[in-house]
């Protein structure tokens, strides 16, 4: 069955550094790619995803995603953290008309 | 206002209790679905709807019930509630399928049960 694997529970990062959080999938043919961040006392947002196409996909503030499919993965990257990046990242593929997510990685941004 | 929400926002309640978790939106999404969070586990569907008369079972859908009372109310329904479903739960929605258009989320709903 198609699925996601988040294989680090939390990241740290330096504000100003890069930041990647992994994803890798399972899936048989082609994979629909997504992910949202959730932020403190909030629901989820989505963030970006990933269908056909480039494999570098653009997101909202400033995120991206590289799809590979050799692989299997759908890592989430940013050229230059900030503190407000601080959150937890769900990757997350469809299946049958609907999402089924990872289990989450926390990202710590450290001034 | 929310385009989803979610009613209650907490709610502490005791071992075999019924509990109802409301939600209703107001972007004209024909999907919704309820999503369960609970650390490490990430978010894992309890049930699902594509239209009101159509209910699908997730992939923890026991001990749960729904209820689909129109198209912009999803109800979650714990008939006996027991501890282990302390929880985070959110309602999410779509327009068409999830794959290919945004899921909207809810603010959730944090429940305890003692």
């Known amino acids: 069955a198609q699925s996601v694997a988040q294989p680090e529970d939390q990241v740290n990062v330096a504000e100003g550094n890069p930041l990647t959080v992994k994803c890798t999938y399972s899936?048989?043919?082609?994979?629909?790619l997504f992910w949202y961040v959730q932020y403190p006392n909030r629901g989820l947002q989505f963030l970006l995803k990933?269908?056909?196409?480039?494999?570098l996909v653009k997101g909202s503030y400033g995120f991206e995603a590289e799809f590979n499919k050799s692989q299997t993965s759908f890592h989430l990257k940013k050229p230059s953290a900030l503190v407000s990046d601080s959150a937890l990242y769900f990757c997350a593929v469809r299946r049958g008309g609907k999402l089924i997510f990872g289990q989450g990685t926390t990202l710590q941004v450290k001034p | 206002d929310a385009d989803v929400t979610q009613t209650p926002r907490n709610r502490i309640t005791k071992t075999g209790k019924r509990i109802m978790l409301e939600c209703s939106q107001t972007k004209g999404h024909d999907r919704m679905y309820w999503y369960r969070q609970d650390p490490g586990l990430g978010l894992r569907l309890i049930y699902y709807?594509?239209?009101?008369?159509?209910?699908n079972k997730g992939e923890i859908s026991d001990g749960y019930s729904v209820s689909r009372q129109a198209q912009a109310k999803f109800s979650l329904s714990l008939e006996s509630a027991i501890p282990n479903q302390t929880a985070l739960y959110f309602c999410?929605?779509?327009?068409?399928?999830?794959?290919?258009?945004?899921?909207?989320f809810g603010a959730g709903s944090r429940l305890t049960v003692l």
């Open positions: 999410a929605t779509s327009k068409g399928d999830a794959g290919a258009n945004v899921l909207t």
């Open positions: 899936v048989s043919g082609n994979p629909y």
């Open positions: 709807s594509f239209d009101v008369k159509d209910i």
């Open positions: 990933y269908i056909t196409g480039d494999n």
